[in-house]
């Protein structure tokens, strides 16, 4: 786990976190949960001392009602770095994903280029790294962190898919040779009499099954197998 520092620069109820969370229960220990008691190392009062607001507003259930957490602490090592908060010691400790506050004035979307700037293992991302750090903000690079491996996996997934589009591109090729062949030996011609005016016998096909057959067969407007 990554610690953070004792007062992160982070403005008080800006955050809004809308990702599902998910739950690890902490109350194994021997003793039970222990309120009021600090939960200990790496955990940090989810209070803004100066103005006296909860530094993340994330309600969570303790004995049957909703307050806010007591304590948080980041976990930066993860592709997507998550916020753990928790009450006190030995309570259920809940984990979210942990975004980049919102600037309180409306701002234009980000152009391609200004993108680009986030991007990893660029020549520039190790200045972008320094200047993301300068802001004092575990906030924003742990954004900065989640978009770089979400890029790393659409880029991953795009690279797939490409190789499977070449795949398809030979499997298409060879369909084409085989309809050439088949279009060579004049086999549509050799075999449509008898699909259209034949009745093999019942061991091969029932009545109703040749019936339904014939009518597939000699539709006009037949091109393709349905999807």
Not at 103 to 115: G, I, N, S, V
Not at 147 to 153: D, M, S, V
Request: net charge negative.
């Amino acid at each position: 786990m990554s610690e953070v520092s004792e007062h992160p620069s982070i403005p008080a109820l800006d955050l809004i976190l809308d990702h599902e969370d998910r739950e690890e229960s902490c109350t194994s220990a021997p003793n039970g949960p222990m309120p009021g008691v600090h939960p200990g190392v790496g955990w940090h009062r989810n209070l803004n001392e100066e103005t006296g607001t909860p530094i993340f507003v994330k309600y969570l259930i303790n004995d049957n009602l909703e307050i806010i957490a007591l304590y948080f602490q980041f976990d930066m090592d993860l592709d997507s770095p998550e916020l753990l908060l928790t009450h006190s010691r030995r309570c259920s400790v809940h984990f979210c994903t942990l975004q980049a506050c919102k600037d309180p004035y409306l701002r234009l979307a980000l152009t391609c280029k200004q993108c680009y700037s986030f991007n990893a293992d660029q020549p520039f991302s190790r200045l972008v790294d320094w200047a993301v750090d300068q802001e004092e903000d575990d906030t924003l690079k742990a954004e900065v962190a989640r978009y770089r491996a979400l890029n790393k996996q659409a880029s991953h997934i795009a690279n797939h898919i490409a190789a499977l589009r070449v795949d398809l591109e030979d499997v298409t090729k060879q369909c084409f040779e085989s309809i050439k062949a088949l279009t060579d030996a004049n086999t549509y011609y050799h075999i449509a009499p008898r699909v259209i005016y034949s009745m093999p016998p019942l061991t091969h096909m029932t009545d109703n099954q040749v019936n339904h057959a014939h009518n597939h067969f000699d539709d006009p407007m037949g091109r393709s197998p349905p999807p």
